[in-house]
C-alpha cells in the first residue's frame, strides 16, 4: 500500500453518484469523508409522503437496465421494498391535434396507430434498408432522427420523448454524447430497427429475457435508494451544508471547506468529484486558486419545473390508463408532459384519489419552470382541462422547482468532456464523475459511482 492509499477518499457531491462511491471505497476498507453543500443527501431524488400522498421531487421511476443498479438494490436488502410499474404503465399518450394518442408499442403497432401518417410509416417501413454509416462529424438528434425516419417520426415521436429525457432540444443535442447506442448503431448496421432486432435476438440468444427494462421504484419512493446508501456509510463519515472551496494537489492531496462560516483544511489521499457543472466550473484547484474546470459553466442546465396535484377520481375524466402523456413542441402547448403518477405505482394517492405530476419548462420553454405557483397553476389548470377532462381544483398541490435541472449533452459537449479528462491527467489522484460526464439517469449515475470507486482502487 502507497502513502496516498494509506489516507482517507474525499467524496464530494452527495448525490447517487457520489453516495455510490462513497459506499464502494467503503467497502474496499478506505476511509472516506463525504462532503455534500446542500441540507440533504441525494441530489434531485426526494421523495415526501404526506396525508396519503408521495411526491416526488425529482425522477418519479427508474429503468431497472443496469446490472449495476440491480445488485446494488441488492446489496442493499431493498429488493423487498421494490415495486414494479402496473402493468398499464406500459402504455404511453401523445398529443396530437390537442388530444392523448396512443404511442405505438411495436413497429407492428405503429402500422395500424392514428399518430403518424400513412408516409411517415411507409418512411418508416423503409429506414430498414439504410446500409451502415461512419459520419465524420458529430450531428443534433434531430438531423440523425429526419436522416433515419423523416420529420413526422421526430416531431412527434422522437421531439416528446427527447423532451420526457432530457426536457432538451432536438435541434441542439449531440446525437453522439446524448445517445451513443443509436450512433453506434447506425455505424454498425445502418438502420435503427434493424439494429435493434439484432439486439433483441442476441439478448434471446444469450437466455435474457426480451423486452424493454422493467420500471421500478421503491414503497416510500426513490428516495429510498439515496437513503439506504447513507445508512451503509460510517458515523461522522459525512459532512452536510459543507462547501468545498479549494484543492491542493499533491500527497497528500488539501482540501479547504467551510461550514457556517467556519473554514476547516483536511487531508486526502484521493479526491473523488461528483458535482454538477457550475458547481465544478467554481472549485479553485490548485495552490494559486486556479480553475480549470471554469469552462463547464457554459454546460447548458434548462429550468424544470414539477407540480404534483392530486384530485378526486371523478374530477378526472381520462382513465389514465397508462405512464403519462408528452407532448410535442410542435403542439405549441404550456406543459412538457403529464406522469400518472398514481397509475404507475400503488400508494402514491389515498383511496378514490388520482394523482398527476405536471412538467413545465425545459430548453424551449424555460419561462414556464419559473412561475412562481398561482400563475402556474392557472397553466396547469388549463392544460389538464384541455387534454385529460379535469375538472376543479385540485385537492393537494405540492411544487418543485429545479433551476438548474439536467445537463443539455448539447453539440460540442466534447470540449466539457476533453476539460475533465486533462484535469484529472493533470492532477493525479482526482477523479471526476457524475452526470454531467457518465449519463444523466439514475442508473448511469449509479454506475458513474461504481467506476469512480474502481478508478480510485487502480490508482
Request: hydrophobic share 40%; net charge positive.
Amino acid at each position: 500500500m502507497t502513502h496516498r492509499d494509506s489516507l482517507p477518499v474525499a467524496v464530494v457531491g452527495g448525490g447517487i453518484t457520489g453516495l455510490t462511491a462513497a459506499y464502494r471505497l467503503v467497502q474496499q476498507g478506505r476511509v472516506v469523508r463525504l462532503f455534500e453543500a446542500g441540507e440533504h443527501l441525494g441530489g434531485c431524488v426526494q421523495s415526501e409522503r404526506e396525508d396519503g400522498w408521495l411526491v416526488e421531487a425529482g425522477p418519479n421511476s427508474v429503468q431497472e437496465n443496469s446490472p449495476a443498479l440491480t445488485k446494488l438494490i441488492a446489496e442493499l436488502e431493498l429488493e423487498a421494498h421494490k415495486l414494479y410499474a402496473q402493468p398499464a404503465a406500459k402504455n404511453r399518450y401523445i398529443v396530437r391535434n390537442g388530444r392523448p394518442v396512443p404511442a405505438p408499442l411495436s413497429p407492428p403497432g405503429l402500422l395500424s396507430s392514428p399518430l403518424f401518417s400513412t408516409g411517415a410509416k411507409l418512411r418508416v417501413l423503409s429506414e430498414i434498408l439504410m446500409s451502415p454509416k461512419t459520419r465524420t462529424t458529430d450531428i443534433s438528434l434531430a438531423e440523425f432522427g429526419r436522416s433515419h425516419f423523416g420529420r413526422e417520426l421526430v416531431d412527434y415521436g422522437l421531439n416528446p420523448f427527447v423532451s420526457g429525457v432530457y426536457a432538451g432540444n432536438v435541434e441542439k443535442l449531440s446525437t453522439r454524447h446524448a445517445f451513443p447506442s443509436l450512433w453506434e448503431m447506425e455505424r454498425a448496421h445502418g438502420s435503427i430497427i434493424r439494429g435493434q432486432i439484432k439486439a433483441a435476438k442476441a439478448k434471446r440468444a444469450s437466455g435474457h429475457a426480451g423486452g424493454p427494462p422493467k420500471i421500478i421504484s421503491f414503497a416510500e419512493g426513490l428516495s429510498t435508494l439515496p437513503s439506504a446508501l447513507a445508512t451503509r456509510l460510517p458515523a461522522g463519515a459525512v459532512e452536510l451544508r459543507a462547501r468545498v472551496d479549494t484543492l491542493v494537489p499533491g500527497d497528500p492531496w488539501k482540501l479547504v471547506w467551510s461550514h457556517e462560516g467556519t473554514t476547516h483544511t483536511e487531508e486526502f489521499g484521493a479526491i473523488v468529484l461528483a458535482l454538477p457543472a457550475v458547481a465544478l466550473s467554481r472549485l479553485r484547484i490548485g495552490a494559486l486558486g486556479e480553475r480549470p474546470l471554469a469552462g463547464l459553466e457554459a454546460v447548458e442546465y434548462p429550468p424544470v419545473s414539477s407540480l404534483f396535484v392530486g384530485y378526486t377520481r371523478e374530477q378526472v375524466a381520462h382513465p389514465l390508463d397508462g405512464f403519462g402523456v408528452l407532448v410535442p413542441s410542435s403542439e405549441r402547448r404550456d406543459v412538457l408532459g403529464v406522469l400518472f403518477s398514481s397509475s404507475l405505482f400503488p400508494g402514491r394517492a389515498p383511496a378514490g384519489h388520482v394523482a398527476l405530476t405536471v412538467m413545465t419548462g425545459g430548453a424551449l420553454r424555460p419561462e414556464l419552470a419559473r412561475l412562481d405557483l398561482v400563475p402556474l397553476l392557472d397553466v396547469v389548470r388549463r392544460e389538464l382541462g384541455d387534454l385529460l377532462g379535469v375538472r376543479g381544483e385540485p385537492v393537494f398541490v405540492r411544487h418543485n422547482v429545479w433551476p438548474r435541472a439536467i445537463p443539455q449533452y448539447n453539440l460540442g459537449y466534447e470540449r466539457f468532456l476533453e476539460s475533465m479528462v486533462r484535469c484529472e491527467r493533470d492532477c493525479p489522484g482526482l477523479f471526476i464523475g457524475g452526470h454531467v460526464r457518465d449519463g444523466i439517469a439514475l442508473p448511469a449515475c449509479v454506475t458513474s459511482g461504481e467506476k469512480l470507486a474502481a478508478r480510485v482502487a487502480g490508482g
